[in-house]
C-alpha cells in the first residue's frame, strides 16, 4: 500500500497562486502514473491533472490548462500542482492519487 500526503491547500483571492504538494511513501510505490483530482461541494470528483513518473509526460483537465503546472521529484517521490490564476470555481478539496490510494485532501478555498 501507498501512503500520499498531501499539503499545501489554503485560502486564497481570486488571481492568486497556490502550490500544493503531495508525498508518496510505502514499499509498494512504484511510480507509473500520479495525478490529482478535485471535489467541491456537491459535485463528484474530477481529474486535474496527471503526471508519467517516468517520462514526466502530463495531461490536464482543459478547465486548468494555461494556469496549473504538475510536475514531481523522483527522488524525493513528491508531486506538485502549481496553481496559479486561481478562479473561484478552483475551490474544492484537492486530492492525491495513485493507482488505487488516495490522499486525505487539502481544501483550497478561492475567495472574491
Known amino acids: 500500500q501507498v501512503q500520499l500526503v498531501e499539503s499545501g491547500g489554503g485560502l486564497v483571492q481570486a488571481g492568486g497562486s497556490l502550490r500544493l504538494s503531495c508525498a508518496a511513501s510505502?514499499?509498494?510505490?512504484?511510480?507509473?502514473?500520479m495525478g490529482w483530482f478535485r471535489q467541491a461541494p456537491g459535485k463528484e470528483r474530477e481529474f486535474v491533472a496527471s503526471i508519467d513518473w517516468n517520462n514526466g509526460r502530463t495531461n490536464y483537465a482543459d478547465s486548468v490548462k494555461g494556469r496549473f503546472t504538475i510536475s514531481r521529484d523522483t527522488a524525493k517521490n513528491t508531486m506538485y500542482l502549481q496553481m496559479n490564476i486561481l478562479k473561484l470555481d478552483d475551490t474544492a478539496v484537492y486530492y492525491c492519487?495513485?493507482?488505487?490510494?488516495w490522499g486525505q485532501g487539502t481544501q483550497v478555498t478561492v475567495s472574491s
Open positions: 492519487n495513485h493507482a488505487s490510494d
Open positions: 510505502g514499499r509498494t510505490f512504484s511510480g507509473y502514473g
